[in-house]
């Protein structure tokens, strides 16, 4: 069954260095989402991407942040300048339509 | 704005024992899409069910079962006869447009 995968599984990062989180969607589907975990907290959303360009953002995603879909597989979220209270768990998502399919999240670490 | 609430925080019950979660939501939507995820100790986010605004048949499926009612905003979620491997954080969550609002998620223990 297709999967989204995410790499890296774990980042350690230091404060203010810029980090590339990577996604691999489901081949056929054509949205794509970042979520963020903070640990212990619920899911929030952050971006949605459909047709190369961002569909929708939350208040979260501010300037720091950027994604891309550099090839016709790939995925990423760039946080430029990391804080430390940017370490949470990331999510990304894709779907065909409606349900959303999750990877299993990089674990970011700011430190 | 959306909001999902997740009433309970945490759940424990003994393997065999039938538990609902329970999700209450705000929206002024008139279409929008209900879901239930589960988050297993490792970490991932499984997608367990949708529902949209305007399907109120209740489902089941094996031993889960969901009741969708539109009149009181609610989309609780039933495990039947619980077992170890059910412990989680159950995650409901609502759609309208692009992005899904989590709940706070509830805490399920099932004790052998």
């Known amino acids: 069954e297709p999967e989204v995968t995410q790499t890296p599984s774990h980042q350690v990062t230091q404060m203010g260095q810029e980090v590339i989180l990577r996604c691999v969607p489901i081949?056929?589907?054509?949205?794509f989402y970042w979520y963020r975990q903070i640990l212990g907290q619920k899911v929030e959303f952050l971006v949605s991407f459909y047709n190369n360009e961002i569909s929708e953002k939350s208040e979260i995603f501010d300037d720091q942040f950027s994604v891309e879909r550099p090839d016709g597989s790939n995925f990423t979220l760039k946080i430029r300048s990391t804080k430390l209270e940017d370490s949470a768990m990331y999510f990304c998502a894709s779907s065909p339509g409606y349900e959303q399919y999750f990877g299993p999240g990089t674990r970011l670490t700011v430190t | 704005a959306q909001k999902v609430t997740q009433a309970q925080t945490e759940i424990s019950v003994v393997e065999k024992e039938d538990v609902t979660l329970d999700c209450v939501y705000e929206?002024?939507?008139?279409?929008?899409?209900l879901f239930w995820y589960k988050q297993p100790p490792s970490g991932e986010l499984v997608f367990l069910i949708r529902r949209n605004s305007f399907d109120e048949q209740n489902e089941i499926s094996g031993r889960y079962s969901w009741n969708f009612q539109k009149s009181t905003s609610s989309f609780n979620f039933t495990i039947t006869a619980s077992q170890v491997v059910d412990s989680a954080v159950y995650f409901c969550?609502?759609?309208?447009?692009?992005?899904?609002?989590f709940g706070e998620g509830t805490q399920l223990t099932v004790n052998p």
């Open positions: 929206t002024r939507d008139t279409t929008y899409y």
């Open positions: 081949s056929n589907h054509l949205y």
């Open positions: 969550a609502l759609a309208s447009g692009s992005r899904l609002t």
